[in-house]
C-alpha cells in the first residue's frame, strides 16, 4: 500500500506539471496582451491602373516562434480584418521572453507555408503572366522580448520583384498602324533565367534558383485599365505614354539588387487576319524584392536597346531597361 501511495502521488504531480506546462500561454499571470497593427505597404504614386493594389490580398498568418526559432504552434493569434489594407492581430505571450514573429498575407491558398521550416515555396510552373492574384506581402519581427501589454505597428512588403514589360509609344503606333489587333487575343508570356523560388520568412534569405516559364495570358494593356505602364518621363524620354504589354512576380532579395541572366517575353496575336509570333530577349536585367522593374522599348517593331529601370513604386527607385 506505501508503494501504491507513493506512485499515485508521483503520478499526481506529473499530471500538475503537465498542466501547467500546456496553460503557459494560457491566462497566466505573467502573460501580456500583444497587439500588432499590420498595414500593408501602399505608395498610391505608384499604383499601375488598377494593378499591384492589395486588392485581391484576403487572408493574413501569423506565425510565433521561440528565441531559438522553434515554431509555437500552440500560440493562435487573434486576426481581426479592418480594412483591405489593414488587420490587427492580438495574442496572450509570457512577460520577459524573447519571440519571433512571422506575419503573411496572400490571396488564400495561393501559396503554402511550411511554418516548421518557415519558407514558402514557389511553384511558378502554374502561375500565370499578368495576373495580380500572385501577389502577397510579409514581415518578420525578430527577437522581440514582452514586457508588459504593447501595441506595436508592423508594415508588410512585397517579398518579389515586379517585372513589367512596355512598348514605346512609336513602337505600339507603328504596330498599330500595320493592323496588330490590342484585344483579348494579344497573348503575352514572360520567361525567366534562374529566378529564386524559396523564400524564408524569419530570415528574408531568397534560394534554390529555378528557370521560369509563366503561362501565357492577354497582355495587360487589356485589364489594366487605361493601358498604360506608369514610367518616369525622365526614365524613358520619347517613349510615353507607354503600352502595357507584361508583367510577373518572381522573388528576389530585398537587401540589395541582384541580376537576372536573362528575361524574355513571347508575344502571340493577330495580325491583318494572320496570326503573328515574336520573342524578345533581354540580359542582365537587376531585381530586388519590394521594387519594380520597368523594361521598355521596341516590343513590335525592329529591334532595338530595351531602357531599363528598377523602380521603388514599391520602395525607392524603379530599375529601368531600354528594349
Given at each position: 500500500?506505501?508503494?501504491?501511495?507513493?506512485?499515485?502521488?508521483?503520478?499526481?504531480?506529473?499530471?500538475?506539471?503537465?498542466?501547467a506546462?500546456c496553460?503557459?500561454?494560457a491566462g497566466?499571470?505573467k502573460?501580456?496582451e500583444?497587439t500588432?497593427?499590420?498595414n500593408?505597404?501602399?505608395?498610391?504614386?505608384?499604383?499601375?491602373d488598377?494593378v499591384?493594389?492589395?486588392?485581391?490580398?484576403?487572408a493574413?498568418?501569423?506565425?510565433?516562434?521561440?528565441?531559438a526559432?522553434?515554431?509555437?504552434?500552440t500560440v493562435?493569434?487573434?486576426v481581426?480584418?479592418?480594412d483591405?489594407?489593414?488587420?490587427?492581430?492580438?495574442?496572450?505571450?509570457?512577460?520577459?521572453?524573447?519571440?519571433?514573429?512571422?506575419?503573411?498575407?496572400?490571396?488564400?491558398?495561393?501559396?503554402?507555408?511550411a511554418?516548421?521550416?518557415?519558407?514558402?515555396?514557389?511553384?511558378?510552373?502554374?502561375?500565370l503572366t499578368?495576373?495580380d492574384?500572385?501577389?502577397?506581402?510579409?514581415a518578420?519581427?525578430?527577437?522581440?522580448?514582452?514586457?508588459g501589454a504593447?501595441?506595436?505597428?508592423?508594415?508588410?512588403?512585397?517579398?518579389?520583384?515586379?517585372?513589367?514589360?512596355?512598348s514605346?509609344?512609336?513602337d505600339?503606333?507603328?504596330?498599330?498602324?500595320?493592323?496588330?489587333?490590342?484585344?483579348?487575343?494579344?497573348?503575352t508570356?514572360?520567361s525567366?533565367?534562374?529566378?529564386p523560388?524559396v523564400?524564408?520568412l524569419?530570415?528574408?534569405?531568397?534560394g534554390?534558383?529555378?528557370?521560369?516559364?509563366?503561362?501565357p495570358?492577354?497582355?495587360?494593356?487589356?485589364?489594366?485599365?487605361?493601358?498604360t505602364?506608369?514610367?518616369?518621363d525622365?526614365d524613358?524620354?520619347g517613349?510615353?505614354?507607354?503600352r502595357?504589354?507584361?508583367?510577373?512576380?518572381?522573388l528576389?532579395?530585398?537587401?540589395?539588387?541582384?541580376?537576372?541572366?536573362?528575361v524574355?517575353?513571347?508575344?502571340s496575336?493577330?495580325?491583318?487576319?494572320?496570326?503573328f509570333?515574336?520573342?524578345?530577349?533581354?540580359?542582365?536585367?537587376?531585381?530586388?524584392?519590394?521594387?519594380?522593374?520597368?523594361i521598355?522599348?521596341?516590343?513590335?517593331?525592329?529591334?532595338?536597346?530595351?531602357n531599363?529601370t528598377?523602380?521603388p513604386?514599391?520602395?525607392?527607385?524603379d530599375?529601368?531597361?531600354?528594349?
Amino acid at each position: 500500500m506505501k508503494y501504491q501511495s507513493i506512485f499515485s502521488l508521483a503520478l499526481l504531480a506529473m499530471a500538475g506539471m503537465l498542466a501547467a506546462s500546456c496553460n503557459k500561454h494560457a491566462g497566466s499571470a505573467k502573460e501580456a496582451e500583444v497587439t500588432f497593427t499590420v498595414n500593408l505597404a501602399q505608395n498610391p504614386s505608384t499604383k499601375v491602373d488598377g494593378v499591384s493594389e492589395a486588392s485581391l490580398i484576403d487572408a493574413l498568418d501569423v506565425f510565433v516562434y521561440d528565441a531559438a526559432g522553434s515554431y509555437l504552434s500552440t500560440v493562435v493569434p487573434t486576426v481581426t480584418k479592418t480594412d483591405q489594407t489593414h488587420y490587427n492581430v492580438r495574442m496572450r505571450l509570457l512577460n520577459n521572453v524573447k519571440y519571433n514573429f512571422v506575419f503573411f498575407a496572400q490571396k488564400s491558398g495561393t501559396y503554402a507555408y511550411a511554418a516548421d521550416k518557415k519558407t514558402i515555396t514557389i511553384d511558378y510552373s502554374t502561375m500565370l503572366t499578368n495576373a495580380d492574384a500572385s501577389d502577397a506581402f510579409y514581415a518578420r519581427v525578430n527577437d522581440y522580448t514582452v514586457s508588459g501589454a504593447f501595441t506595436q505597428p508592423v508594415t508588410l512588403t512585397r517579398p518579389f520583384a515586379q517585372i513589367n514589360f512596355g512598348s514605346a509609344k512609336a513602337d505600339y503606333q507603328a504596330a498599330e498602324a500595320s493592323q496588330v489587333k490590342f484585344d483579348a487575343t494579344l497573348k503575352t508570356a514572360i520567361s525567366v533565367k534562374q529566378a529564386p523560388s524559396v523564400l524564408n520568412l524569419l530570415t528574408g534569405l531568397v534560394g534554390t534558383p529555378v528557370d521560369v516559364s509563366f503561362q501565357p495570358n492577354t497582355y495587360m494593356g487589356s485589364a489594366a485599365g487605361s493601358g498604360t505602364l506608369t514610367v518616369s518621363d525622365a526614365d524613358f524620354p520619347g517613349a510615353t505614354p507607354v503600352r502595357y504589354m507584361g508583367m510577373v512576380y518572381v522573388l528576389a532579395d530585398a537587401s540589395s539588387t541582384t541580376t537576372l541572366s536573362q528575361v524574355s517575353m513571347s508575344i502571340s496575336g493577330t495580325q491583318n487576319g494572320n496570326s503573328f509570333a515574336s520573342t524578345r530577349e533581354i540580359a542582365n536585367v537587376p531585381v530586388r524584392g519590394n521594387y519594380r522593374t520597368q523594361i521598355v522599348g521596341n516590343v513590335f517593331t525592329d529591334e532595338g536597346v530595351f531602357n531599363i529601370t528598377l523602380d521603388p513604386a514599391y520602395q525607392t527607385p524603379d530599375f529601368s531597361a531600354n528594349l
